[in-house]
T-cell receptor, first 110, second 113 residues
Framework: GDSVTQMEGPVTLSEEAFLTINCTYT??????LFWYVQYPGEGLQLLLK?????DKGSNKGFEATYRKETTSFHLEKGSVQVSDSAVYFC?????????FGQGTILTVHP | NAGVTQTPKFRILKIGQSMTLQCTQD?????MYWYRQDPGMGLKLIYYSVGAGITDKGEVPNGYNVSRSTTEDFPLRLELAAPSQTSVYFC????????????FGPGTRLTVL
C-alpha cells in the first residue's frame, strides 16, 4: 500500500539556520503530496502542497518540490525562526485517502 | 466561516464508559474523516464518510462507530472505552476530488483511565 517515510527527529536548529526535512513516499499511482504543520496544542494546518511531478509548493518561506524520479518531497527553508518550532508531517493523498508520515519535531533556539 | 469544529477539547473517561466526540464543518464539504494521533506517531484513519448516509472503515476502526445524517456533522462514538483509546482525535473534511486538501479541526484529547 501507499506509505510515507520522514527523516527521524527531533531536529534542533539555531535561528536563521537552513532547514531540510526529508520525505520519501511509495505509491501505486500519482498522488498529490502535502506538508502539514502542527503547532503545540493545535490541529494540523496545511503548509504547502504539490499535485504533480516537478511542481514546487511554497508558503511562509518553506518550499518542497515533487520529485517523481526519486519519489521524494523534501521540505526546505533558508532561514528558520523560533516561531517555526512545530511538528511537520509529510503526507500523500490518492483517491481521497490521506497517508501520513510519522512526523518530525522541529525546535528552533534563539 | 468557522471551518471544522470539535467538541469537547479534553475528556477523561473511565474504562467501560462511552462517549461521543462531535465534529461539525461549515464548508459544505462532502468528505469527512476521523483520525487518531498517538504520541510520536502520524495520524491513523479511523472512519471516513463520502456524504450523508455513507460511511466506511479506515485503518483502525475497532472500538468506534460513526454516523453521518447531515453534510455538516460527523460524530464519532466510543463504546466501552479502553486505555488503548487514549489518544488525540482529529476530525477533517474536504471536497470530493482525489487530491484535495483536508482541513482539520483542533482536536479532542481523550484519556481513558
Amino acid at each position: 500500500g501507499d506509505s510515507v517515510t520522514q527523516m527521524e527527529g527531533p531536529v534542533t536548529l539555531s535561528e536563521e539556520a537552513f532547514l531540510t526535512i526529508n520525505c520519501t513516499y511509495t505509491a501505486t499511482g500519482y498522488p498529490s503530496l502535502f506538508w502539514y504543520v502542527q503547532y503545540p496544542g493545535e490541529g494540523l494546518q496545511l503548509l504547502l502542497k504539490a499535485t504533480k511531478a516537478d511542481d514546487k509548493g511554497s508558503n511562509k518561506g518553506f518550499e518542497a518540490t515533487y520529485r517523481k524520479e526519486t519519489t521524494s518531497f523534501h521540505l526546505e527553508k533558508g532561514s528558520v525562526q523560533v516561531s517555526d518550532s512545530a511538528v511537520y508531517f509529510c503526507a500523500l493523498i490518492f483517491y481521497g485517502k490521506l497517508t501520513f508520515g510519522q512526523g518530525t519535531i522541529l525546535t528552533v533556539h534563539p | 466561516n468557522a471551518g471544522v469544529t470539535q467538541t469537547p477539547k479534553f475528556r477523561i473517561l473511565k474504562i467501560g464508559q462511552s462517549m461521543t466526540l462531535q465534529c461539525t464543518q461549515d464548508m459544505n464539504h462532502n468528505y469527512m474523516y476521523w483520525y487518531r494521533q498517538d504520541p510520536g506517531m502520524g495520524l491513523k484513519l479511523i472512519y471516513y464518510s463520502v456524504g450523508a448516509g455513507i460511511t466506511d472503515k479506515g485503518e483502525v476502526p475497532n472500538g468506534y462507530n460513526v454516523s453521518r445524517s447531515t453534510t455538516e456533522d460527523f460524530p464519532l462514538r466510543l463504546e466501552l472505552a479502553a486505555p488503548s483509546q487514549t489518544s488525540v482525535y482529529f476530525c477533517a473534511s474536504s471536497f470530493p476530488t482525489g487530491g484535495d486538501t483536508q482541513y482539520f479541526g483542533p482536536g479532542t484529547r481523550l484519556t481513558v483511565l
